[in-house]
């Protein structure tokens, strides 16, 4: 088994990517729903990283 | 003489005998999107499989430490065992790991510390996988 390292930033994309699709998949009953709910999903997973990640560096200046 | 009101109806249907989705469940545990595969929701299984394994695989990769169950104070009984729950729930994929002699200690580190999460996250989006398949399964979802 070949050793990978991810950086923060790459772990936690592919974290919210999976997580997004597997909530869309169990969460909404048509297709459609779930495109919309996962794109939505991780948009807002996207945004806490970004916000998070600027108030730990403002914090710590 | 008054009727009688009809009483109200039911939030869920009646639960199904089990045979009809113990069978589902148990297919769902031990192979991710098994149980969306039996129930014929090919691609609702596909994307659900694909996930789990993926990031089980990457928290393999990243030499992710496998819970063992734990006691102790309360903090360290509820991470080691919760933890372990956690790994069981990806079925298969855990015992084939243990089977071939997986065994990373579990060292500090950033890199070792995501690959134990990820490895609890396939299980609980597993978990999640495997509500679904029951709820379809015994008619309460499409």
Redesign the interface.
């Known amino acids: 088994?070949?050793?990978?390292?991810?950086s923060?930033f790459e772990?936690t994309l592919?974290?919210a990517l999976?997580?997004s699709?597997?909530?869309a998949?169990?969460t909404k009953?048509t297709d459609r729903d779930r495109l919309r709910y996962g794109l939505k999903s991780f948009g807002y997973f996207m945004l806490t990283v970004f916000g998070l990640s600027w108030l730990m560096y403002l914090g710590h200046r | 003489m008054s009727k009688k009101a009809a009483p109200p109806a039911p939030a869920y249907p009646p639960l199904p005998p089990i045979r009809q989705w113990l069978p589902v469940v148990v297919a769902a545990w031990l192979a991710p999107g098994a149980g969306h595969f039996l129930l014929k929701r090919r691609y609702r299984a596909a994307f659900l499989a694909g996930s789990v394994l993926l990031i089980f695989l990457l928290g393999l990769m990243m030499r992710g430490y496998l819970f063992e169950p734990m006691s102790g104070d309360l903090l360290t009984t509820i991470i080691y065992t919760g933890g372990f729950i956690g790994n069981m729930a990806t079925g298969v994929l855990y015992f084939m790991t243990k089977w071939f002699g997986y065994n990373q200690p579990d060292v500090a580190g950033h890199t070792v510390d995501y690959g134990t999460k990820f490895l609890v996250a396939a299980g609980l989006f597993n978990i999640l996988a495997i509500v679904d398949a029951f709820e379809i399964a015994t008619g309460r979802k499409d």
Request: aromatic share 6%; proline share 6%; net charge positive.
């Open positions: 088994m070949p050793k990978m390292t991810l923060h772990t592919v974290f999976l997580a699709v597997v909530l998949v169990v009953r």
